[in-house]
C-alpha cells in the first residue's frame, strides 16, 4: 500500500494514576481498509479511540490522522473523523431525516443531497422518514453511522459496534462497512472483542492485550495468499500423492498446501485420476487458535 496512511499512532502511552492502561502503542491504519482492533475485555480498546477521537488526552506519544496532529492540531485532525464511541444521542421523537437535518445544520457543507446519500450509503433510505422510536437498534446505529459521515470524514471509528445486534444487524452492518471501504474509500476503524466477527469484516486485525499491540494480521492483503493445510482422505494415498506431485501422507490422508481453487482442482485431478476421495479438511489453526495463542488463552467473549 502506497498510499500514506489514515492513521499514524506513535509511541502511545496512557496512565491514569500511576496505572499503564496503553503501553508504547505503536499502528498504521492504511487508507480504504475496514481495520480491526481486536482484544479480550479490559485490553485498552476503548481507551486507545478516546484518545484518537479527543475524548481522551494522551500521555504520551501522538496521533496523526492524516496529516494532522491530535496533540497540535486537534480541529485539523477531528475534522477528518466520524466516529461512534458512546450511543449517539438522537431524538427519538424526531424522524432519522429530521435527526440528520439537525446535525447538517452544525456541519458546515452538508447540503441535502449529502444527507440523502449518507442515507443511502448505510441502506436507511426506505425508513428515514419514520420517527426514531420505531428503529431497531441496527437501525439507529445505522442512522448514527450516517450521522458521523455526514461530512465525508477520512476516518470512520466504531467502538464495538456490533454489541447487542442480532446475527441479521451484524451482516447488514458488514455489508455497509466494507462499502464504505471499498467502494468510497472511506477507512473503517473498528473495535471488537469477538474474532469471528472481525475474521468476516475486516481487511487486517491488530489484536491488543494489556494495553500493548500484540500482532497486526492482514486477513485480505494483496499478494497474500490464503494458502491453507488442507487434508484428503482417500483409498490411495500414494496415487493420490503422485498426482498431486507435492504434499505428505499420513495415514489414508494425502496433506498438501494451497488455496482454495487448487484445493478444488486438486479434487478433479483425484477424481479424474479414479482416486476416490471420502473427505477434505483444512487443517490450518483458524485466526482463533491463533488470536488465542497470542492472548495467552484469555477469553474472548
Ligand atoms: N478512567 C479510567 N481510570 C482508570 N482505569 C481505567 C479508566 N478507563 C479504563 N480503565 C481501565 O483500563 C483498562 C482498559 O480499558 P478499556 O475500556 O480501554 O478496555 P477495552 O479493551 O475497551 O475493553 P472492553 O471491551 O471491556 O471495553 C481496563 O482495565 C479498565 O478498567
Keep these: 500500500m502506497s498510499q500514506q496512511p489514515v492513521v499514524r499512532i506513535k509511541g502511545v502511552s496512557k496512565k491514569i494514576g500511576g496505572k499503564t492502561l496503553i503501553d508504547n502503542l505503536n499502528l498504521e491504519i ?33 496521533i496523526f490522522i492524516g496529516e494532522s496532529s491530535v496533540k497540535a492540531d486537534f480541529e ?4 477528518q473523523i ?38 443511502a450509503r448505510v441502506g436507511l433510505t426506505n425508513r428515514i422518514h419514520e420517527k426514531v422510536k420505531t428503529y431497531s437498534l441496527g437501525m439507529r446505529q445505522r442512522l448514527g453511522v450516517a450521522q458521523a459521515i455526514l461530512h465525508r470524514p477520512k476516518l470512520l471509528v466504531l467502538d464495538e459496534p456490533t ?19 471499498h467502494h468510497e474509500g472511506t477507512t473503517v476503524f473498528v473495535s471488537s472483542h469477538l474474532l469471528a466477527e472481525m475474521e468476516l469484516m475486516c481487511d487486517t486485525v491488530a489484536v491488543i492485550k494489556q494495553g500493548k499491540l500484540v500482532d497486526v494480521k492482514s486477513l485480505r492483503g494483496e499478494g497474500e495468499t490464503n494458502k491453507q493445510e488442507t487434508a484428503f482422505e482417500v483409498d490411495k494415498p500414494e496415487e493420490a500423492a ?15 498446501t494451497g488455496d482454495r481453487e487448487e484445493v478444488a482442482m486438486l479434487n478433479a485431478r483425484l477424481t479424474a485420476a479414479g482416486i476416490r476421495v471420502y473427505g477434505i479438511r483444512t487443517l490450518t489453526r483458524s485466526l482463533e487458535d491463533q488470536f488465542l495463542e497470542m492472548t495467552g488463552g484469555g477469553q474472548i467473549g
Design 76 to 79: 485539523g485532525a477531528m475534522k
Design 30 to 62: 492504511p487508507a480504504g481498509q475496514v481495520y480491526g482492533f481486536l482484544g479480550p475485555n479490559g485490553a485498552g480498546k476503548t481507551t486507545t479511540i478516546r484518545m484518537m477521537v479527543g475524548l481522551m488526552s494522551i500521555s504520551q506519544g501522538d
Design 242 to 256: 503422485a498426482v498431486a506431485g507435492a504434499g505428505r501422507m499420513d495415514g489414508s490422508l494425502l496433506i498438501v
Design 163 to 181: 454489541n447487542g445486534l442480532d446475527p441479521q444487524g451484524i451482516r447488514e452492518l458488514r455489508d455497509y462497512l466494507r462499502e464504505l471501504a
Design 82 to 119: 466520524g466516529a461512534i464511541v458512546e450511543n449517539p444521542e438522537m431524538y427519538k421523537f424526531l424522524t432519522g431525516y429530521q435527526n440528520l437535518l439537525h446535525y447538517a445544520r452544525m456541519s458546515p457543507g452538508v447540503t441535502k443531497a449529502r444527507i440523502d446519500e449518507a442515507v
